[in-house]
């Protein structure tokens, strides 16, 4: 009898160890986010494909398929022709809107901006774009990651006494001439000079030369004989 007490003490000693390691297993397996947010699901490859883990899917150590998103603090990933990003600076402002939601528009900040322009893929034109960062300076509970938006960066303000015409109203006579717009005289056109502000790729502000409320021609005008002034 003493020696199946002994054997028994000794299983039952096999079993609490056991028992201890399962817990310990068990543990391990719970992930603690060290933080709040919302958790997303990354695609990794499997069964020769991009894709969302499954259950029974085998991963290597420390791959990441999941990741946790601290929605009051998000970022816009960009993309600016290499052209105009050097016009950016970081700290601009920029306001960023959503296509899931066209009346949402939110305020943001240039947070970095990219040094090597790469070519924009499956596109023939070859126009080669900087990535840019943009930090959004406010959230919104309709917004969660991937979603496709829009923004504008603020390069530089126009005064709001400052006449605005569009891009296609001012002429040079050679490429890096003076600018200068035809406004209406009359029955005619006056070629007057001006001094450009802050615009963008559709509309320009002018410092100079116009006042407001003065018509111009959004095209060269033509004289009674048919040519261009």
């Keep these: 009898e003493e020696a199946e007490l002994r054997q028994a003490?000794?299983?039952?000693?096999?079993?609490?160890?056991?028992?201890?390691?399962?817990?310990?297993?068990?543990?391990?397996?719970?992930?603690?986010?060290?933080?709040?947010?919302?958790?997303?699901?990354?695609?990794?490859?499997?069964?020769?494909?991009?894709?969302?883990?499954?259950?029974?899917?085998e991963l290597w150590s420390g791959q990441p398929f999941l990741q946790v998103v601290d929605l009051s603090s998000m970022i816009v990933k960009a993309k600016v022709n290499q052209i105009d990003v050097e016009e950016?600076?970081?700290?601009?402002?920029?306001?960023?809107?959503?296509?899931?939601?066209?009346?949402?528009?939110?305020?943001?900040?240039?947070?970095?901006?990219?040094t090597v322009a790469k070519a924009r893929q499956y596109r023939p034109d070859y126009v080669r774009e900087v990535?840019?960062?943009?930090?959004?300076?406010?959230?919104?509970?309709?917004?969660?990651?991937?979603?496709?938006?829009?923004?504008?960066?603020?390069?530089?303000?126009?005064?709001?006494?400052?006449?605005?015409v569009p891009r296609?109203?001012?002429?040079?006579?050679?490429?890096g001439g003076e600018p200068y717009v035809f406004v209406r005289s009359g029955d005619g056109w006056e070629r007057r000079p001006v001094e450009l502000g802050p615009g963008n790729h559709i509309f320009v502000a002018v410092r100079r030369g116009l006042e407001p409320g003065e018509e111009v021609a959004a095209r060269r005008p033509e004289t009674r004989e048919g040519g261009e002034i």
């Design 9 to 57: 003490e000794l299983e039952m000693r096999e079993a609490e160890v056991e028992l201890e390691r399962a817990r310990n297993n068990a543990e391990k397996l719970v992930v603690r986010a060290p933080m709040d947010g919302m958790v997303v699901h990354l695609d990794v490859f499997r069964h020769g494909e991009f894709g969302k883990v499954k259950e029974g899917d």
């Design 88 to 114: 950016l600076r970081i700290g601009q402002r920029a306001r960023v809107r959503f296509d899931a939601f066209p009346d949402l528009e939110l305020p943001a900040r240039v947070y970095s901006i990219g």
């Design 131 to 164: 990535p840019v960062v943009l930090k959004l300076e406010r959230t919104d509970p309709r917004v969660i990651p991937d979603l496709s938006v829009s923004a504008d960066v603020i390069v530089e303000a126009a005064d709001d006494e400052m006449p605005v």
């Design 168 to 175: 296609s109203a001012v002429f040079r006579d050679q490429p």
